[in-house]
Each structure stands twice: as structure tokens, then as C-alpha cells.
């Protein structure tokens, strides 16, 4: 009987593509070192476990259309407000995730708000949660034909699938009573039920825009703000800084006050 075989039909069988890639070569090692068998075993579970974690974040990443690039490691954290600086560190450990508590970023455009929630997103699919993302347009039109297909019910199910929505732009456009009642009906359906992260450049005093009558207005609120964290980005526009130090170079990346110091 040809052993290796065997072992490698069984394994996979059994789906250890990590244990029937590695077996050999941990082997080797193990008796390189001579390792017990118990120790051989424990080498290439926890390398399976590691291949496992690595593949399932990459689905997770995959899935929740996050874009890739906007992540903690590319955003100043400096430029925010201690309070913010606090409750995002705070934010970062997840367990916001498990109360279903959301969270609500409002400042002006610029300010860095989508970037922020995203980079959460990002830390959080890295400790095993699953975030999906999308812009409040698009996915009020997604909801929308869902309802026309009476696919609805089906297609909220699978967003109960993740632990967070990120809502991105909640009310930077201008929606009519059959998309504010879409939003309203995801938000209602979300509720308690797992946690939604939305950004808006409108505070809560102006989301009559949204949702168009008093009434409906503050039953959303009172269920976004309910178990809420509030992140308020009251800096100025990153975006605009940005374009003021490209205004002010001098295509050589001497700024002004630099052109000032060569003329003198």
C-alpha cells in the first residue's frame, strides 16, 4: 500500500489542504528535532488553523466590498479630536459588535468620515467579524428591486448574515418616499438585531430631508441613535488641505515658504 497516498486521499477527504501540503515537510522537521508525536500533530494543526483564519479573512474581505485601500494604517489619526481618538480605539476592540450598537459619523465633506468607518471595517474583518459596505444610493436601489422581485425578505436575510452595514452618505442624495421607506424598513429590520455604522454630512436636526415626514424621521433616529456611539468630525476638510498644499508647490515640491527661503 502506498502510504503517502493513502494519507493524502484521506486528508482530502477530510478537507485539510494545509495538512496534506505540509505533511511531509513537517515531518522532517519533527524528526529532525526529534519531536514527539504529539508535538508533530500540534505543528500541523496550528498550521491548518493559521491557512484556515488567513483564507476566511480573505472571503470576508472579499464579500463586505469594502474599499481596500481606505485602512488605519493610511489615516491620520492625529488630525481627530482626542474624544474621537478615544472612542475609536474603543471601536477597534469590536465590542460594540456584540451589543449591536452602532455607530454614527457626522462632519462635513472631507472630513474623512468614509475612510475612518472603513479602516474599523477593515480591523474588525481582521478579528474575524463580518462588515459589508456600500453607499446609501446604491444600496437603497438594490433593496428597491429586491422589493419589485418580492425578493425583500430574502434579500435582508443575508444581510443579517454580517455584524455591521456601513452605510456610507445617509442623505447627500436626495431620496423619494418609496427609497426613504426602503432605508427606513432596512434600519427598522437592523434594529437590535446587529449594528449599522453610517456616515452623513447631515445632522440629526436636517434628516427630515431623508426621511421626508416628522413622524417617520424620529422613529429612525430613535433606532440609529439607540445603543449608538457618535463620532462628531468637526475638523476641517482633509481633501481641501490637500489641494491648498498641491495650489501652493511649485511643481518641484518646494511649497511657497520654501521658494521664499531659495529667493532670499
Known amino acids: 500500500m502506498d502510504i503517502r497516498s493513502e494519507l493524502t486521499r484521506h486528508l482530502k477527504e477530510l478537507h485539510l489542504p494545509t495538512f496534506r501540503e505540509d505533511f511531509e515537510d513537517v515531518a522532517r522537521i519533527a ?90 471595517a477593515h480591523a474588525l474583518i481582521h478579528k474575524g467579524r463580518r462588515i459589508y459596505f456600500t453607499k446609501c444610493a446604491f444600496l437603497v436601489q438594490k433593496l428597491l428591486a429586491a422589493k419589485r422581485d418580492l425578493k425583500l425578505a430574502q434579500e435582508l436575510k443575508k444581510m443579517n448574515k454580517f455584524d455591521a452595514v456601513v452605510i456610507d452618505d445617509i442623505g447627500y442624495v436626495q431620496q423619494n418616499q418609496q427609497e426613504m421607506e426602503i432605508l427606513f424598513t432596512l434600519l427598522a429590520e437592523r434594529y437590535e438585531r446587529g449594528s449599522v455604522m453610517i456616515t452623513s454630512n447631515l445632522p440629526f436636526s436636517k434628516w427630515e430631508r431623508i426621511f421626508k415626514d416628522p413622524m417617520t424621521t424620529a422613529a429612525a433616529i430613535d433606532r440609529v441613535v439607540h445603543h449608538s456611539v457618535i463620532l462628531e468630525l468637526n475638523i476641517p476638510s482633509y481633501r481641501m488641505e490637500q489641494a491648498n498644499k498641491t495650489k501652493h508647490t511649485d511643481g518641484k515640491g518646494n511649497t511657497d515658504a520654501d521658494n521664499e527661503c531659495v529667493e532670499k
Open 31 to 120: 524528526e529532525k528535532e526529534s519531536l514527539t508525536y504529539e508535538q508533530y500533530l500540534l505543528n500541523l494543526s496550528i498550521k491548518e488553523c493559521e491557512a484556515r483564519r488567513h483564507r476566511r479573512i480573505e472571503r470576508y474581505l472579499r464579500e463586505s466590498c469594502l474599499p481596500f485601500e481606505k485602512t488605519m494604517d493610511v489615516f491620520d489619526l492625529k488630525r481627530l479630536p482626542k474624544k474621537v481618538v478615544h472612542q475609536v480605539n474603543h471601536l477597534l476592540e469590536g465590542f460594540f459588535l456584540d451589543k449591536t450598537e452602532n455607530v454614527l459619523a457626522f462632519g462635513n465633506p472631507g472630513t474623512g468620515k468614509t475612510h475612518l468607518l472603513c479602516a474599523i
